[in-house]
C-alpha cells in the first residue's frame, strides 16, 4: 500500500467537516419549520418567550439512536 500524503488526508477531513456543516446548515433551516410537538412546553410573557422542546427531544433521540444503530451495527 502507498502511503497517504498529509495533504491527502487534510483533503478528506476538509471533505467531511464541509460536509458535516452542510448537513448541520439544513437541519437548522428546517428545524424552525417543524411543528411543535405535544410535550413541547412554551413559556410567554410580556417581553419574553421560552421555548423548551422537550417533545423534540424525545423524538429526536430516538430517531438517532435508532439510525446510529443500524449503521454502526456489526
Given at each position: ?31 424552525g ?18 421555548f ?23
Amino acid at each position: 500500500m502507498a502511503d497517504v500524503s498529509p495533504f491527502a488526508s487534510l483533503g478528506r477531513l476538509l471533505l467531511v467537516a464541509g460536509a458535516v456543516l452542510i448537513v448541520l446548515g439544513l437541519a437548522v433551516t428546517l428545524v424552525g419549520r417543524l411543528p411543535r410537538l405535544p410535550g413541547d412546553i412554551v413559556i410567554e410573557r410580556p417581553g419574553l418567550t421560552v421555548f423548551i422542546p422537550l417533545g423534540t427531544m424525545v423524538l429526536l433521540s430516538v430517531v438517532l439512536t435508532i439510525v446510529l444503530n443500524l449503521v454502526f451495527r456489526r
